[in-house]
């Protein structure tokens, strides 16, 4: 392996001093002068005064009529909690019966598998993926300095959440260029990319696997945040919290912002994800190690851009079973299907306490 990277280095120079760049500008943040600012004060505000009444909303809890008095309060809020909490608890529970005729049915783990014929040409070369994680980081340290720039000259023009949800738009677009170009030098088609859509009724088949998929990974993931949850509690550790949910906690006043934001966390962002981990990097990495340290490498991956500590094994579960999914599918729509239903229902959950914590300290 280090081999192969050395020569790839020789080969191709400019992608060491990209990759030196990178690390001098993390390591400058890491161990020097570090974020500061405004907008991270802000950030930090918002974030901290969530969780303060988020603590104190759950010693109010401790007294027996506590929720009975919120019901009165707002019922509306108090009923799309109750339905919502409820959907968690049924989707538990059906994920175990699906769990346990995935284990134990043969017929069931037959049918599970999709109908398409493997891609034709995926056997793509590690070195496109090398190349195409330097060249994002590298993007996503020229749009922030882009934007810390422009924010200097321009200071009150847009808010740091704006600023935040463009970049990662940008950054969006920009990945999907070097995955097409960089498999268009390969000789493939963007459809290699798993971006194929069965034919006919098929797709509901698909969507059907998705949501499948999405209830039987529910209590191994459920499992593995409540250890993680019940240990960060013993130790006092608080996780760190997703960029977007800030913008929940301050942008409810600018519509275009939060319904971007909602967009980004319920539809693009899980779309263009998927495109990238499962049909962009899942296929180099299974062309390389095989099928089992794909799942594995991917799913480490897709976990480790989101979140570290804690909050990567829930994640991890989550990018197994959609890089599974894919395996089986040979298609991306089962999926995107299962990672929009699994963040549209955290949103909603996050949402829905942020409005119910609304008048305690938020």
């Not at 760049?21 to 974030?47: D, E, N, R, W």
């Not at 300095?145 to 677009?173: E, R």
């Not at 999926?335 to 305690?360: C, E, P, W």
Request: charged letters at 15%; hydrophobic letters at 55%.
């Amino acid at each position: 392996m280090l081999k192969a990277i050395t020569l790839f280095f020789r080969k191709e120079p400019q992608y060491f001093w990209g990759l030196c760049a990178v690390l001098l500008f993390h390591g400058y943040f890491l161990f020097g002068a570090g974020p500061s600012g405004k907008g991270v004060v802000k950030k930090v505000t918002a974030i901290s005064a969530f969780q303060t009444a988020e603590k104190k909303w759950n010693k109010t809890l401790e007294r027996r009529e506590a929720y009975r008095d919120f019901a009165k309060e707002k019922p509306s809020l108090a009923l799309l909690f109750q339905i919502l909490t409820a959907f968690f608890f049924f989707a538990f529970f059906v994920g175990l019966i699906v769990d346990a005729f995935f284990i134990w049915s043969k017929s069931f783990r037959r049918d599970f598998t999709g109908t398409l014929s493997p891609p034709l040409n995926q056997a793509w070369s590690f070195s496109i993926l090398f190349k195409a994680v330097i060249l994002l980081m590298l993007w996503g340290i020229v749009l922030s300095f882009a934007i810390a720039v422009f924010q200097i000259f321009f200071p009150k023009l847009a808010s740091d959440n704006f600023y935040m949800v463009l970049h990662t738009i940008l950054m969006h677009v920009i990945t999907l260029y070097y995955m097409i170009k960089f498999i268009a030098q390969q000789g493939c088609r963007w459809p290699e990319l798993g971006i194929r859509l069965p034919a006919g009724r098929e797709i509901l088949c698909e969507i059907k696997a998705g949501v499948i998929g999405y209830f039987g990974v529910m209590p191994l993931f459920a499992f593995v945040a409540v250890i993680l949850l019940t240990v960060s509690s013993f130790i006092r550790y608080e996780p760190p919290p997703h960029p977007l949910m800030n913008v929940f906690l301050e942008e409810k006043h600018i519509p275009f912002l939060f319904v971007m934001s909602l967009l980004l966390g319920t539809v693009i962002g899980p779309v263009f994800e998927e495109i990238f981990f499962r049909g962009f990097c899942y296929p180099i990495l299974r062309n390389r190690w095989g099928k089992f340290w794909a799942v594995v490498l991917s799913a480490a991956f897709f976990a480790g851009i989101h979140h570290s500590g804690f909050v990567f094994w829930p994640i991890f579960v989550l990018g197994v079973a959609l890089a599974y999914l894919y395996e089986k599918r040979r298609s991306l729509i089962a999926s995107i299907t299962l990672h929009v239903m699994h963040n549209t229902f955290f949103i909603a959950y996050f949402f829905l306490i942020k409005q119910i914590l609304g008048d305690r300290g938020v």
